[in-house]
C-alpha cells in the first residue's frame, strides 16, 4: 500500500505530464500548494522508489509504474466526481475537493460498481476531460456488464496502459484495445471498422474540439469528440512517460 500522499503526487503530475511533456518542480508545487523544497524532497523519494524519472533541469516524468496508478486515481477521482455532481447534485465548485477526499478510500470493486451504476461516464463533469478506462482485460464496457456477476479480484487485469484516440495527437497512432459504451455504442463501431485489434492513425485534429480524422483498413474517418473519447488504443504513449 502506498500512501495518499504518494498518490496525490503521482496523479499530479500524470496530469502535468499529458501529452508526453515533462513536469517541472515549480508546476508540481503549485498544483498542490507546497513549497519547492517539499515537492523537490518528495519527487526524489517517488525517483528512488521507481515511480517517476526525476532531473533537477529537465524535469519530472512518471514511469510505467507510476501511470498504473496514477491512471488508477484520476479514474476513481474523476468517476466520484460524476457521481456527487450527477446523482447527489452538488456543485462543481465543490465536487472536486470532495472526490480527493474520497479517491483513497474507495476500492476497486467499489469503482467497478461505480462505473457501472454510472453507465461508463466517459468525461468529467466540469472541465470535460477524459476518464480513464478500468484496467481489468475486457475489450468493452459490454463485456463487463454480461459478466457483471464476476468477482473483480477473480478477473485479469489488462497490461497496458490506454489512451483515448481524442487524447492523441496529429500522426499517432495504435491498436485499438478498448470501447466504452454499451451494446448500441459498441455496434455503432463496429459498423465503422472500429474493432478491437484494429490500427488507426490520427491524420487530423479539427480546432475547437472538432471532429478528429483517423486512417483506418486504407479509409479515413471523421470521429465526434463523444466517439474519439470511447475508442481506446494501446501505443507507444500508453506506456510509460518519456520511454
Known sequence: MISSNVEEYLEALY???????????TEVSERLKIAPA????????LSDGGYV????????????????????MTRKHRLLERFLHDILKIGRGV?????C???????????????????HPDRCPDDDRTIPPCDLSFS????????RSDAVDSLGRRDANLISIRDLSEHDGGKVAFIRGDRRVLQRLLD???TPGTSITV??????????????????LALGQDIACSVFVETAKSGARGE
Open 15 to 25: 496530469d502535468l505530464t499529458r501529452n508526453g511533456r515533462t513536469a517541472t518542480t
Open 38 to 45: 517539499s515537492a523537490t524532497q518528495m519527487l526524489k523519494k
Open 53 to 72: 524519472r526525476y532531473s533537477p533541469y529537465r524535469g519530472t516524468i512518471l514511469t510505467e509504474k507510476g501511470v498504473r496508478i496514477a491512471e488508477k
Open 95 to 99: 465536487v472536486h475537493k470532495q472526490a
Open 101 to 119: 477526499e474520497m479517491e483513497h478510500s474507495l476500492s476497486d470493486q467499489a469503482e467497478v460498481a461505480l462505473c457501472r451504476f454510472l453507465k
Open 140 to 147: 468493452s464496457c459490454q463485456e463487463c456488464l454480461d459478466r
Open 192 to 194: 465503422m471498422g472500429l
Open 203 to 220: 491524420v487530423r485534429v479539427a480546432p475547437l474540439k472538432g471532429p478528429i480524422e483517423v486512417a483506418v483498413r486504407g479509409s479515413k
